[in-house]
């Protein structure tokens, strides 16, 4: 994969936006032969990270930046997209992003939960700049670890 | 997707409570009004309610956490809380955050007024 | 408007990713109040000129750079969307893009004629760079000159 | 949208031809592929071809200028090309550029077929 991603999406932190992101990057995972359902837990996965940023790490400031990056990935003849997701967030200690334990049935809490389920590779990372997060995340088309198998 | 609207786009009184009927993308924009809502009408100690999903097309976990504020209050009164007609794209958000085992969720109206 | 636009998609020339575009700008007019035909007139329109630059601008090539900036716009109260598509394909002369007289009915040279009738402001420029077009166009929430008065 | 498929997704013998449905959106990447499958019909040369669009989502002119092109070999050989089903989304690319009076369009495929 060249540095350069296929798509890059730079965008502030409006939550009226992610919706226009979701419904890129299923469409997209679509063109790139995704299952439908497969394209449609993504999208909600893409969408809960975007949730995320807007509301822990810019606590609903809506004219911070979010960059999204896409490209199609194939390592070991394995298709798959990549998607990067970086912020300009104050860096939060990495050990603070963490699903909840589920049988406490309770509203919240669901969202790092779902990214990782439904990605097959998740990672948060510092951006090197000194500020901003940056979340690393893909998903194979051929996945093994498919969410149909939870 | 405009946030000014109603999301409840129907409701229906059946024989212990009520059926409503749900429309579009439930996501961060759109459940803070869900919400508000569903709590009217919770407020008025209905035995059963029915949420017909039907006509959505998209949840996020804000959408879940609407979901399931509500299901508590019906519990906390001894009341049934019944989802029903989710497309598979929708019953997804359900299935991976385990809440398909806590939520009763049925086929259709029907079927969801009888459970 | 500030300079720095609402949201800006930086991709490369690849048919396949026109779809996401496409299905981006109708969701964000949609979040914008537009209506549900205006807004897929407006995503129609979107796919057209970007069409071009791949087929005309880049020949078919698919690792071209193509920008899409978008932006609500409120001038005088008038709430719309500001939409600018950027390539650095070789600049043509401005005069040779436009659309043929309709009456004759044979297959192609249709696009500029949609951009035209369904955007409420079009305009193609040559970039300041030296290389590459700029299209830049409006379409309004209220819009006067609608689609449906056509 | 993969482009590895057919367009063409189902297609029925009428008396005097045959009536084809088309399904998903047809723009740039796919128009190609439905203008081979349309062609191939075209050659069994048809009465009546009637184009199913009710599961068209999407129309850009590249898909339009395949439709003129199927009309054309039609008109030249005296044998009619109906279209049917057209979704609002879609129809607007046949009224903006002025097509809806050069096709006969119809509402559904009964119709379509006593046009
Ligand atoms: N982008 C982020 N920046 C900072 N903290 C985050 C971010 N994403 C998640 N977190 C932290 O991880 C926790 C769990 O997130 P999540 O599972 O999405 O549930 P919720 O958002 O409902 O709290 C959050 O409460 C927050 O503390
Ligand atoms: N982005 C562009 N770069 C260069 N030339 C263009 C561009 N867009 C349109 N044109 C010119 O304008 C003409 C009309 O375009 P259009 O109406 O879209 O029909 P078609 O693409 O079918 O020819 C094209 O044939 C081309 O010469």
Same mark, same amino acid.
């Given at each position: 994969?060249? =540095? +350069? !991603? ?8 409006? %939550? ?8 890129? &990057? *299923? ?35 809506? =004219? +911070? !930046? ?8 194939? %390592? ?8 990067? &997701? *970086? ?64 | ?115």
């Amino acid at each position: 994969m060249s =540095d +350069r !991603p296929d798509i890059e999406i730079r965008m502030v932190s409006q %939550p009226r936006y992610v919706c226009a992101v979701r419904r890129a &990057i *299923e469409a997209l995972a679509d063109s790139q032969g995704m299952s439908k359902q497969d394209a449609a837990d993504l999208a909600l996965a893409i969408s809960e990270a975007m949730t995320n940023v807007i509301k822990h790490g810019y606590d609903g400031q809506i =004219d +911070r !930046p979010i960059n999204i990056q896409v490209s199609p990935i194939n %390592p070991n003849g394995r298709k798959g997209l990549k998607i990067v &997701i *970086e912020d300009e967030c104050e860096q939060v200690d990495l050990s603070q992003i963490q699903s909840r334990p589920l049988d406490e049935v309770r509203p919240g809490g669901l969202g790092i939960h779902l990214i990782e389920r439904i990605m097959d590779q998740v990672q948060y990372a510092h951006r090197q700049s000194g500020q901003g997060m940056r979340l690393t995340m893909c998903k194979f088309i051929d996945a093994q670890k498919t969410v149909s198998e939870r | 997707m405009a946030d000014q609207d109603t999301i409840i786009s129907d409701h229906q009184t059946i024989e212990d409570g009520v059926v409503v009927k749900v429309e579009g993308e439930i996501d961060l924009i759109r459940s803070p009004q869900l919400r508000k809502e569903l709590i009217e009408l919770l407020n008025a100690d209905l035995d059963r309610m029915v949420i017909d999903l039907s006509h959505v097309t998209f949840m996020d976990s804000s959408g879940v956490a609407t979901l399931v504020e509500a299901l508590q209050i019906q519990r906390r009164n001894n009341k049934k809380l019944i989802l029903c007609g989710l497309q598979q794209k929708v019953k997804s958000i359900f299935e991976i955050s385990r809440l398909d085992m806590v939520f009763i969720i049925t086929e259709d109206t029907a079927s969801a007024a009888q459970a």
